[in-house]
Every structure is written in C-alpha cells, then in structure tokens.
C-alpha cells in the first residue's frame, strides 16, 4: 500500500535497486500472509467455539481479527503486482486491493483504540454493574461501526472523487494511491492525518492512566498476607488476570505501533518517493500475522483454546481414544471471569 505524491518522480523508472529487491519484499508478503491468514482464523474459530472468550474487549479482538484476515487475503495480490512490471490483472481488481488494504488497516488501529479505552474503562471502573452500563451492547455495535466508517469514507474518496487516483503506480509497481491535484494537503497526507495522531494520543493516554492506576492500586491488592479471607483472594486473583489480560493487549499495541509508525512517518517526513515506504508497508502488512503470535504465546485463555484445537484436530485424526489433558476439553470451558471487572481489593 503506497499512497505517494509521485507527480515528480519519472514515470519510467522506479525506486527498487534490483529486481531481487522486489523479490524479497513480495516473498515477505506471502510468508506474513499466509501465516496471519491461519493464525487469525484461528482466533476468530476460538472466540466463536469458546465460551470463555466471548468476552467485551474480545468482540474488539475479534472485529481486529476480522480485519487482519481481509489484509491478509488481498496482500497476496499486491505482493503479485510487485513482481510484475505491468498489471498483470484487471484495473478494478488493483483498485479493489488498495481500497481493501486501506480501509483492514485502518480499522485495525481503530479497533487498538477501542481496546485500550475498553481496558481503561474495565480496570479503572469500581464496579462490574458500572462496567456493564457504560459498555451495553447497543454502544459496543456502534463502537464497532466506528472502528470501519472513518477508514471506508477515506479509501472510497478516489473511487467517488477526482481528488485522487487510484490504480497502477509503475514508481512502486503497486496498486496504489496519487494525488491528482497541487493542494497543500495530499491524499497521502490526508491518509497520515486521519489514521495516526488522533489513534496514537487515545492509545497512549489510556494505557497511561491504566499504568498509573494499576501502580496506585497494586500495593494494596496484592500486599495482603496469607490470612486473606476467601473472597479476597478471589478478589485479588480475578484482579490479578485484568492487569494481566490489560498487559498482553498493551503488548499488541506497542508491537502494531513499532510495526505502523515507520510507514506513517515516512509518508509524511519524506518528500521524494523511495524504496524505504515499501519495507515499510511491508512491515505494515506484516503485522497482521504478528497478533495471533501473541495470543498464542501469553494470552492464557488463547493459548488454552488454541491448544485445544489442536488436540481435537489429532484426536480426530486418531483411531485410538485420547483423554485431553487437564484445561484443553473441547466442548466446555470454565466459567467465564474475563469482563467481571472488579473493583481492587481494599
């Protein structure tokens, strides 16, 4: 995804030093787009199947997920476009990839977004009936709307307006964006405005005030000694999951910050068009394999469910009978304690 002012840049020639360069960013491609195209199937499959994670922040992971597998469908085609020195399909279909690629991503940081305000409002809330009054399901739907709207108005802008073009860019090889006309802001940097600042301030800010109140809270909720009464211990250990779950999702933000901010900034530092936006698209792209990673490895209600798929898929696979180890039993799961979102223990 390359939305670049190339008005100055010579239409016969391109910013890749060989071909082999091409080579490697589209192989890079296919590799992140396979294995974000399991890997988020796999997180949509356990959020569906599992009672235990059908939880509030997960409706944002499964709207992200949703998201990622749509970029990880329509990549493939760009990754194809890139090794090509024509467009090698129809036109429609370059403008549907990059309309495709635009509006998943976008929505992905916006569902960030909702995540970190649906972990400051759930932490920092004092009682659960609060929690579930501030995020009803007729909100969360809307919240949902939201996280595609914003996106879907800014990629359909070249399709219904001669603000932009969209289509084959031969400087990139990739179906792209151009601004056709001189104004000071351009549809790169109208890209850059709508999807980066306003995102990163709420994201910072919310995980800013949950960092803060978890260090504010903790001493008291986790410094009782072993006298504790039942229900406080209780208290504490449903506690200590919130902080627990609120950091594994700080840990996909900071990794899709890491993986989103090098596009943005060079969109809109660097002035001439360079094969350095390309990695970073690349590396854009490529963080749609990177979450299900992440569940997978500290997300301990993921890491279960995904666990147990996999000991369904051999147990059917075998003709002998196999008794699931302890926590991985597919059909029924623990009683669900993820949005029981508790005031800190006193």
Not at 74 to 79: K, R
Not at 95 to 117: D, E, H, P, R, W
Request: hydrophobic fraction near 50%; proline fraction near 5%; charged fraction near 10%.
């Amino acid at each position: 995804m390359n939305a670049w002012n190339t008005s100055n840049a010579s239409w016969g020639g391109n910013v890749y030093a060989s071909y082999a360069e091409r080579q490697f960013l589209s192989a890079a491609t296919f590799v992140a787009s396979f294995v974000g195209l399991l890997g988020n199937l796999a997180v949509i499959c356990a959020i569906l199947t599992v009672k235990k994670l059908q939880t509030t922040t997960n409706v944002f992971v499964f709207n992200l997920a949703v998201a990622d597998v749509l970029t990880c469908t329509v990549a493939p085609l760009q990754a194809l476009t890139s090794l090509n020195d024509e467009l090698v399909f129809p036109l429609w279909v370059c403008k549907l990839v990059a309309f495709g690629l635009l509006t998943c991503i976008g929505c992905s940081i916006n569902c960030l977004v909702c995540i970190a305000v649906n972990r400051l409002i759930g932490i920092t809330t004092a009682a659960h009936s609060v929690y579930r009054k501030l995020l009803t399901p007729c909100k969360l739907s809307f919240a949902l709307i939201l996280t595609w709207f914003p996106p879907l108005v800014v990629a359909i802008i070249p399709l219904l307006s001669d603000y932009a073009k969209s289509g084959y860019d031969p400087i990139f090889y990739s179906c792209a964006w151009q601004s056709s006309r001189s104004y000071t802001f351009t549809y790169a940097m109208l890209i850059a405005v709508v999807f980066f600042p306003i995102q990163f301030l709420v994201l910072f800010v919310s995980y800013l005030k949950i960092f803060l109140y978890v260090r504010k809270t903790s001493r008291s909720t986790l410094g009782h000694d072993g006298t504790a009464t039942t229900n406080l211990a209780l208290q504490r250990q449903l506690w200590e999951r919130q902080v627990a779950v609120t950091k594994n999702l700080f840990l996909v933000v900071c990794v899709f910050l890491l993986c989103l901010s090098p596009y943005f900034l060079i969109l809109a530092l660097v002035k001439t068009a360079s094969s350095a936006l390309s990695y970073a698209s690349t590396i854009l792209v490529a963080n749609s394999s990177v979450n299900p990673i992440i569940y997978a490895t500290r997300h301990p209600d993921f890491r279960t469910a995904f666990a147990g798929m996999v000991h369904c898929g051999r147990k059917r696979r075998s003709s002998q009978p196999v008794v699931a180890p302890p926590g991985r039993v597919c059909p029924k799961t623990k009683t669900n304690t993820d949005d029981i979102e508790l005031q800190p223990p006193a």
